[in-house]
């Protein structure tokens, strides 16, 4: 049981470093990065689009 | 898909004197403070002399259109039109606050080694125009302002003092359980 809370937690703080570090890597983005970022984004949620619409027309339905 | 080419059409036309004055508002003019956030098109203000007034007081964008189809750009959404990729959406300036935010605009170079510069509204007036607005991508994108401390606290109080502005931050602070440092309530 105490392995597996000393893993959770290794995990747990893992994920912190990579946040804070994830943080310090946007701070340091230039304004060029930023829009090829949000050209990304876009891109995605185009994808993504289908998948809303049914859910908003499985909505709309009940 | 290309906001960096999108940008560049919007120094073009300024450049042929079709955009007198203009500010990058919303997410788009966000992105020069804060970190990106998702949005489906570009918000430009600008100065109505940009449009053809009709006498019914309706506010044409003809001159802008057609500027932008002589760029090759014709294709309309419905929002605006369609400049790789990204719809742009011209906004005339209708209250006192669009017009202090286009004289206040700041030019922000889109990459360091590209002669590349469109004016973009500074942060405080995002934020102010934000408050007026007061939806709820509005306030999440206040308080990514205040989080990511993206803006100049004494320029906001001053602009919100100006522009009539303290109850809506009132409204904002309750809402969304803030503290008012601004200290305005």
Known sequence: MLDKHAAARQYLE??????????????????????????????ASALFAPLRAHHKKAMDQT | MSLSKALCVIQELQK????????????????AYI???????????????????????????TRLDAALADLGYC????????????????IPVSNE????SLDSAV?????????????VMRAEDIIAKALSIGREKDYARIEA??????LDISLLRDRL?????????????????????????
């Open chain 1, 14 to 43: 893992k994920c912190l470093e990579d946040k804070a570090r994830w943080r310090q890597r946007q701070a340091k983005l230039t304004l060029a990065e930023k829009i090829l970022i949000m050209d990304k984004l876009k891109e």
């Open chain 2, 16 to 31: 042929r004197g079709i955009l007198p004055r203009y500010a990058i508002t919303g997410a788009i003019a966000a992105l």
């Open chain 2, 35 to 61: 970190e990106p956030t998702l949005t489906n098109d570009i918000d430009v203000l600008v100065e109505v002399s940009a449009f053809d007034s009709m006498a019914s007081g309706l506010l044409l964008s």
């Open chain 2, 75 to 90: 294709e309309r959404v419905d929002v605006g039109i369609l400049v790789e990729g990204w719809p742009i959406q011209f």
């Open chain 2, 97 to 100: 606050l669009d017009e202090a």
């Open chain 2, 107 to 119: 030019l922000k170079k889109i990459d360091p080694n590209m002669d590349v510069g469109v004016f």
């Open chain 2, 145 to 150: 302002f205040l989080t990511q401390n993206a």
């Open chain 2, 161 to 185: 003092v100006e522009q009539n502005l303290i109850g809506a931050w009132s409204v904002f602070c309750a809402k969304t359980g803030m503290k008012d440092f601004l200290g305005l309530d």
